[in-house]
C-alpha cells in the first residue's frame, strides 16, 4: 500500500497515466518509499511535538498565541491574539496545501488526547462528500467539507471555479469562519494526492500517521489492536470508546454467579476489560465485541446546500 504523498515528488510533474504508473511500481519501490515516507513523517512529527511543548509553532518559530499579519501560518487556525477573519482573506485565497493542514489540525488534537478529538468516522460522513470530518482542540473546532462540485471546482462562478475545500472554525461554540466564506483552492500536490486516491484507490490509501481519528474503528486490523490495548474507565462520559459485547456460552451450560463476580472485581483492580477476563474464566464461551465511539467525540458539522 503506498502513501499518495510519497511519490509525488517524482513523478509530481510527470503527466503520465497515474493508474499505470502506481501498477508499474515494484514491491521493493513500494515499500522504499512507504519507508522513506514514514521517517519523514516521523521527523516532521518530533519537531512539531518539540516545539509545542515550549508553546511554539514548529513551522514559523513564533509562539502559537501569536501572529504577523504579514506571515501567514498553519497555527493562525489556533486563534492567536488579535486575530480577525479580514487577516484569512488573503491567506486563504492562495493554495495552503490542505493535506498539510489536515495533519497540523490532526496532530495537535491527539497531543491533548488520542483519537476522541477527531471524527472522520465514514459511517457518519454525507456520502455525497468526498471528505468531510470534524476536530476539536481545546475551545476551538474546524471541519472540513468537499463535496464533488467543490472537488471541480463550481462552474459560472467568478471565485471559484477552481478545485478547492470549505472550512468552517467555531471558538467557543461560535462561529469564526462559516464554511462559505472562503473557496481554499488546492495545491498542486493536493490535486495529485487527491488523483492518486481517486485513480488508484486500490494501491493508495491516505494514512493518518500520529494524526489518527475514530475512523480507526473502521479499520479491522487497527480493530483488533485497539480491543487488545484499551483499558477500563471509572469516568465512562469521557471515555474515547464505549464498547459492549455479547457472551453466549455453549447449549445447556451457564456462567455461575461467583466466577462472575470474581472477573468484575478482577476487572476494576487491574483496569483490564472484563470481556478478556471472561475469556480466561470461560474460555468454551464466543465473544461478540462491538467498539463505539465515545460520549465526547464531537459531531461531524455538516454544510448545507449551496443557496
Ligand atoms: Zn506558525
Ligand atoms: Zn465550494
Redesign the pocket.
Known sequence: MGNPQNVVSNIYRNPMNLREFFDNLTPEQIEDGNRKQFDENKRVYKEFVTAYKFGNCSLCSLPLTEFISFKPCFHWFLRPHGIKKKHFQKYLSTPIGFFQFDSYIRWIANLNSPYKNINDLKCEMNPTKIIEYTIRYKNIEWSVSI?K??RQG?PDTKN?NMP???IQMKVDNKIFIRFNDF?IPFSNEDIFTLRSMEEAPDKVVWRNTFGEGMSILEDDEAFDQLDKLMTRTDDPENATFNTGTLVQMPEGETMDGETLSKAFKESKETRIPVRHILKKYFPQASFMTEITPGDSVPEISKRSP?K
Open positions: 463535496g462540485t467543490d463550481h471559484a478547492h475545500f470549505h473557496h449551496r
